[in-house]
């Protein structure tokens, strides 16, 4: 049933994209999102300098990356916390898994993390006989579901609220109603008694920060709170480009990252954690471990045309911004990163199969005028096709025609033949109603377009008819 | 386990150096970027204005003997359970006067499921977005201030700066980071717009926020 990445792309492309009912909630969701944006953009002096000192911040950040994870490392490990580097997903995952098996570990409460997606942690911990609850809202929702996140930041974007209700009451005890207010406290309830019964808290980190020596988690629900407070055990899985350099940077960056991924002045918890639980103080955690994953990022930073890729803050903007995103749908992408950013990303951290997100762009620009650290989005999905085709993959047909068109174009005597050559093969195609299949060179266009009249003569004799008359 | 860890990091480590001689030109380099934020000409006016925004409740007092009142008042709204108290000489004093509640001390281990409010100081005030700092050493751990359905800030007005620049600025001079575990932002109270992007006040953590604010 299943073919290639990129067939599934297409098939849920077109289903998705017909799909009135879920453009309607997309549409619902995003415009809410913009208001709520829009309101917070004004409350900055200056957008567009709180963006330059972001990029700024995280461009220095990644120059000296080596360094500031070494200096972030010391500091955990004077706490007593431990630091597992991870070069790649398996790594990370065998080290939670045993660590989670050693201290017999039965039950885990996670707060939102990407990273935790893009590694493909829960399966792992689950096939080990450990219970997962995701606990930020939206994730609980998805998971419910046995859905992957439909959006890095609203991960429940594409339901409804009645149609949470339903799914609420087939697996709830007591929902009572179906109004927001209820269906929140349905869940707190739930959720609540995984809390007080983990042994194990899993989260992410926003940022790293180099000279506290600490790591920085946003929630707003305070599920992130719960699960770094309450259970005996934390760990943090992050990526290695988190970083920033200083405590200091956080006062633009936290204002930024909550602006551009809801629109709020900050977001409610805006935490950090730098260890397990020091002595003289009241709770915490008995253990510490921070798990930096590279899996693929250490490439990215070596590629200096797309290093910036690694300034991404994962705010959501660039997915919220975008007519293809919100027509096709977070779960068309069919990877852990939806949107501009991932269709930058998944191929390369998923190698060649995904490098058909590259084209799922009309490179209208929209992501790079929102993205808060001014990643130039478009420039790198014009990249990566340019590097795909280079490594050779590129259907035939395509750079056959190029090859011809470029053999033919270098003589004007050539040229006058293939042009009309073409349109008379052209022409005679499409009279033949065979416009759009597969006989059709231009398909991928006039399969879901109505051609333009293919005119009898060329430019050219057009030209010289015209010139002729003055 | 270890060993294998020990390999990945040099491993990394030297993928990263290796990585960084490809060097991206830097742009032309650029004054500090100014003016991102507007100036906060009346601290306290702003103060008030945000929490009125975030759904933070904040009581303003003259005198020690109204913060009383104040703590007295809300404490008689909540329903009977636990009330969990950051323990410092100065919360214990404001406590015996408040009495009439079962009372379990920070000294005494985290916060129960169960507790009904928490009470603790704060380390700051921010005025630009109307939060409170805190910390798990300077503010009775970490449970204090997300476990009960109600948070009670007891705080003063000379604890009240500008902008986040200047709470974080103050985290590092306290030398926070070496000492305490945990620091907090907090602004407003729990949340959540995961539904229809509808706000619902009241997720995972306190439904309320209470600032009782001494002048």
Known sequence: ?470 | MESASQSSREQILERIRNALRARVPLPASRAEPRGIFSPIPSPLERFAAECAANYTELTLTANRMETVEALTKILGELPVGEIYVQDVPELRELITRADGREVKWSSQGPPSEASQATITQAEALVAITGSILVSSVGCGGRGSSIVAPCHIVIARLQQLVPDLERALAMVTERGLPARSSFVGLITGCSRTADIEKLLVIGAHGPRRLVVILQQ
């Open chain 1, 1 to 470: 049933m299943h073919g290639t990445a990129a067939q599934e792309f297409l098939r849920h492309s077109v289903e998705k994209t017909s799909d009135l009912e879920h453009r309607r909630i997309i549409r619902w969701n995003i415009d809410n999102y913009d208001t709520a944006v829009g309101r917070g953009k004004s409350r900055f002096a200056d957008w567009e300098a709180a963006r330059d000192r972001c990029q700024q911040i995280k461009r220095e950040a990644l120059a000296h990356l080596d360094e500031y994870l070494l200096q972030f490392e010391k500091q955990v490990i004077d706490r007593g916390g431990k630091v597992f580097w991870a070069s790649n997903s398996e790594e990370a995952r065998e080290y939670i898994r045993d660590l989670a098996v050693a201290r017999g570990v039965k039950r885990i409460v996670k707060s939102k993390s990407m990273v935790t997606e893009e590694i493909h942690l829960s399966p792992v911990l689950e096939k080990a006989g450990i219970e997962v609850w995701e606990t930020d809202l939206g994730e609980y929702i998805v998971q419910l579901r046995n859905e992957p996140p439909y959006h890095i930041v609203t991960p429940a974007m594409h339901l409804t609220r009645l149609q949470i209700a339903e799914l609420f009451r087939a697996k709830l005890p007591d929902v009572t109603a179906d109004d927001h207010q209820s269906l929140v406290a349905a869940a707190r309830r739930a959720l609540r008694k995984a809390f007080f019964s983990a042994e194990m808290g899993i989260s992410g980190a926003n940022f790293i920060v180099a000279d506290a020596g600490m790591i920085a988690i946003s929630t707003n629900e305070g599920n992130g709170r719960l699960c770094t407070s309450v259970p005996r055990i934390h760990v943090v899985v992050t990526g290695i480009e988190k970083v920033v350099p200083r405590l200091q940077d956080l006062a633009v960056l936290w204002p930024v990252l909550a602006t551009a991924g809801t629109g709020q002045p900050i977001t409610t918890y805006s935490t950090l954690i730098g260890g397990p639980r020091q002595p003289g103080e009241a709770d915490g955690p008995d253990e510490f471990h921070v798990v930096l994953v590279d899996n693929g990022r250490s490439e990215l930073l070596a590629d200096a045309e797309q290093r910036e890729v690694l300034h991404c803050i994962r705010c959501g903007a660039c997915l919220n911004a975008c007519p293809v995103f919100r027509h096709v749908g977070g779960h068309t992408y069919g990877a852990t990163y939806q949107g501009p950013i991932g269709s930058v990303l998944t191929p390369h951290l998923r190698g060649p199969e995904f490098s058909h997100l590259s084209y799922a762009s009309s490179l209208c620009g929209a992501c790079a005028e929102v993205c808060p650290v001014r990643i130039n989005l478009p420039h790198h999905l014009l990249e990566n096709r340019r590097n795909s085709v280079r490594a050779g993959d590129e259907p035939v047909k395509e750079s056959l025609g190029f090859k011809l068109w470029r053999w033919a174009m270098q003589d004007a005597t050539r040229y006058r033949i293939f042009g009309a050559l073409a349109r008379t093969a052209a022409r005679a195609l499409y009279s033949m109603g065979y416009e759009g299949s597969s006989f059709d060179p231009a398909a991928a266009w006039s399969a879901y377009h109505a051609a333009p009249e293919i005119p009898k003569q060329s430019f050219r004799q057009w030209w010289e008819r015209q010139d002729g008359k003055r």
